[in-house]
């Protein structure tokens, strides 16, 4: 996918300026036709896994089980609840969730009543009572809520590079030769090859180092490697304040403020910066973020927590035009002027607009660092290799994966 994003911004934006844009739309079309045609032809090789329902489902049942049975008091021992390894059998694969002590409300779904007693081998009403493995799915599925949202705040930041980082690309120098300029839009080329770059970097040399000292197999945990993107993205944005700073006085210094169209004598390598600390960002925050989800996600539920990841990019998204939004109307003065001109980036205040995401990014890595300090791995009860009673399996924490 980075490679592709690199041909991009990089070939296709050339296209689109230079050729014309019904060849800049053509030819994303064309290998869009051609992938679609790989795809139906790879589709019988795939290996097809048997539905095993819904799991929004699941978890609505144990939600509506553990209301019904609120009156009731929890048992003194967990061991009491019920579990039903058939019924589990298709939803963990792998290895079943072990009881875990807090949300204990929950464990509730799983308080078997006389009600509730049915005949062996009979499947009870799963929207009375549910198996201890369902009730820790819809938990792993509630711990995961708060640094699910801790990384929206990051793309909210990444997002103005297509903005107005773009705006500041076009009133700079871009010329690399009298006769090559650089396309505006090509300078996220920087964050992909800084983003490339961070990865191989990371799985050839920092994982071997951090192996000796923290025993994983992946160098670092998630939570770690997430902390590290959000401080490089923080640092990103505070960088980007200080480079608009330096753009407005090179403005100021050849007469140009007043010029929204004219071309700064300023290198458009000034934001090479802010873009590079983007890409390391990425490197560390999103990819943490994705294994993340992929690896605390309860079993079944893996492409869909995959999904969560793409889901707090659209929300980052929207977070970023909401912002913008706030701002253009708290920053308005009776001019009509505001920290973000449409018309002409030299009047605004853009640095202001950046050190406000810098400021509200710290906040955040607070907020994150207090619940990556809180959250708790999944421990899963590993099925024994030759028996499947309960003595012959261990208890692994999923982080240790």
Known sequence: MGVSILVAVTVLVY???NVGWGWGLGVPTIAMFLSIITFIIGYPLYRHMDPAGSPFTRLLQVSVSAFKKRKL?????????YRNDELDASISVGGKLVHTPDMTFLDKAAIVTEEDIVKPGQAPNLWRLNTIHRVEELKAVIRMGPIWAAGILLITAYAQQNTFSLQQAKTMNRHLTKSFEIPAGSMTVFTMVSMLSTIALYDRVLVRIARRYTGLDRG?????????????SVLATLVAGFTEVKRKEAALAHGLQDKAHAIIPISVFWLVPQYSLHGIAEAFMSIGHLEFFYDQAPESMRSTATALFWTAISVGNYMSTLLVSLVHKFSARADGSNWLPDNNLNEGKLEYFYWLITALQVVNLIYYICCAKLYTYKPIQIHGKDSESEGDAGVELASKV
């Open 15 to 17: 296209i689109q300026d």
């Open 73 to 81: 008091a929890m048992v003194s021992d967990p061991n009491l609840l």
């Open 220 to 232: 670092i945990s998630f939570l770690h490697r997430m902390g590290i993107g959000f401080m490089i």
